[in-house]
């Protein structure tokens, strides 16, 4: 009971970590900055992994979508790439982790249904390092450019897209690591031991059957009495 239990805590915690993973491939403000002047002039600007735009103080915002992707930058490439490896292991993982839970009915045995919640805990342990792995190459890159004091370009800080893309991450790691030590759980549960009784063959059967109609045939020789002069 308790091993379903934290199974069942599992998923809830990878389905909610894959969920915001994907939340942040169309989210906006992956990187941002602001400038402040009257209001007139108050401008933000912001960019993802898909568009750079501007929104100026009425709301209105013009964006720019990146024209090739040949022609990016190596890192959002890289992003790009790891968030829908992310996305792509998280829904897989998902299937898998259903199949091994103990609550379902299909899967087989408790033994094959523990292997394959392992590699739906393993599956949601590389989403979730491919996830943080991007956001951390994006955020590395932004402060980078802001420290950088030779860098004359337009310098964003850390969007909240970011922090989605971590937290999403460390769920995916936590609830993997839930559901790979479910099969450890699984082999230190006690089997029960049964005794084979051998069965009887046709021979033995036959014989303890003859001895016992010859017991019941042969009969029992009457008791002898002596007297004091038999053995004079």
Aim: charged fraction near 15%; aromatic fraction near 12%.
């Amino acid at each position: 009971m308790a091993n379903s239990s934290a199974e069942i805590l599992a998923f809830l915690l990878v389905l909610s970590g894959w969920v915001l993973v994907s939340s942040t491939l169309p989210t906006d403000y992956w990187k941002v900055s602001t400038i402040d002047g009257t209001v007139i002039t108050t401008a933000t600007f912001w960019a993802n992994l898909w568009k750079t735009c501007v929104t100026d103080s009425t709301g209105v915002s013009n964006c720019k979508d990146f024209p090739s992707m040949l022609a990016l930058d190596g890192y959002i490439q890289a992003c790009r790439g790891l968030m829908i490896a992310a996305v792509c292991l998280g829904f897989f993982g998902s299937i898998f982790a259903l199949v091994g839970m103990k609550c379902t009915k299909i899967g087989g045995s408790d033994q094959t249904k523990a292997k394959i919640a392992c590699l739906a805990g393993f599956i949601f342990i590389l989403c979730g390092l491919c996830a943080m792995a991007g956001c951390s190459l994006y955020a590395n890159r932004i402060t980078a450019e802001f420290f950088d004091p030779t860098y004359i370009a337009q310098k964003y800080e850390l969007g909240a897209a970011l922090f989605i893309g971590w937290a999403g991450s460390a769920l995916c790691i936590i609830g993997g690591s839930i559901f790979c030590f479910s099969i450890a759980e699984n082999n230190k549960t006690p089997r029960m031991g049964y005794t084979y009784n051998r069965a009887a063959s046709a021979m033995s059967i036959r014989t303890k059957g003859c001895n016992a109609s010859a017991d019941l045939k042969m009969p029992r020789a009457p008791p002898k009495h002596f007297d004091k002069n038999a053995y004079v």
